[in-house]
Structure formats: structure tokens, C-alpha cells
């Protein structure tokens, strides 16, 4: 069975930071790629980060270019999102989420179709 489960979420003030962890259970991050997505109330859920697996490949939207960072740990079978200077329009639930990527493709895309599995969602407010 296949389980990702959120944490690190919570209330910030403009400028701040947060780290947020996705354990994944059931499988083995070596085959897959990872991403983290995000939904405001109201608007679509949107690609924040993804990241390979293996590999080194990331990618980032332009919104948080600078600020967010990506990375895994494969002994632990987490994924991580650091976020810094974060702004009142980083508010919104969190996901991680995760596909099975084939060994010829060389990045991981932020499609939302793609993604197989998601973890329930964590709250991130950004607010003085």
C-alpha cells in the first residue's frame, strides 16, 4: 500500500520559514518522482516543486524560485520543502504527491495528471 503523510505545516508571518516533510511508506522513492503541489480556496491546485528519486533534477515555479527548495532523503524515504521568505500568497494546503517515472525521462514534470498517489494535505498560512 502506498501512504504520504504531511507535516510541518502551520502559521507564519510574512518573511518567515517552514519546512514541510512527506513520509512515504509502501514503496521505495528510488523509482518515482516526488512533488509538492498547493490549492487556495477557490483557485486550482498548482505544481510547486518536483524532484527525481535519483538523480539531481528539480524543478520549481517561478513563484518560488529563490525561496523554496526541494530535496529527499532516500535512508528515511522523506521528501522536504523548505520554504523561506514566504509571503501572504503562499497561503494555501500543501500536498505531496508522487508518480512512476521511466527511466528515460531525465525530468520530473509538475502535471497534475501524472501524479498517482497523494497525501491528504497540510495548512500553510502566511499571515502578520
Known amino acids: 500500500q502506498l501512504q504520504l503523510v504531511e507535516s510541518g505545516g502551520g502559521l507564519v508571518q510574512p518573511g518567515g520559514s517552514l519546512r514541510l516533510s512527506c513520509a512515504a511508506s509502501?514503496?521505495?522513492?528510488?523509482?518515482?518522482?516526488i512533488g509538492w503541489f498547493r490549492q487556495a480556496p477557490g483557485k486550482e491546485r498548482e505544481g510547486v516543486s518536483c524532484?527525481?528519486?535519483?538523480?539531481?533534477?528539480?524543478q520549481y515555479a517561478d513563484s518560488v524560485k529563490g525561496r523554496f527548495t526541494i530535496s529527499r532523503d532516500n535512508a528515511k524515504n522523506s521528501v522536504y520543502l523548505q520554504m523561506n521568505s514566504l509571503k501572504p500568497e503562499d497561503t494555501a494546503i500543501y500536498y505531496c504527491?508522487?508518480?512512476?517515472?521511466?527511466?528515460?525521462?531525465?525530468?520530473?514534470?509538475?502535471?497534475?495528471?501524472?501524479?498517482?498517489?497523494w497525501g491528504q494535505g497540510i495548512q500553510v498560512t502566511v499571515s502578520s
Open positions: 524532484i527525481r528519486g535519483t538523480g539531481r533534477s528539480t
Open positions: 504527491a508522487t508518480y512512476r517515472i521511466s527511466t528515460i525521462q531525465h525530468m520530473c514534470v509538475m502535471t497534475l495528471a501524472r501524479y498517482e498517489s
Open positions: 509502501g514503496f521505495t522513492l528510488n523509482n518515482y518522482a
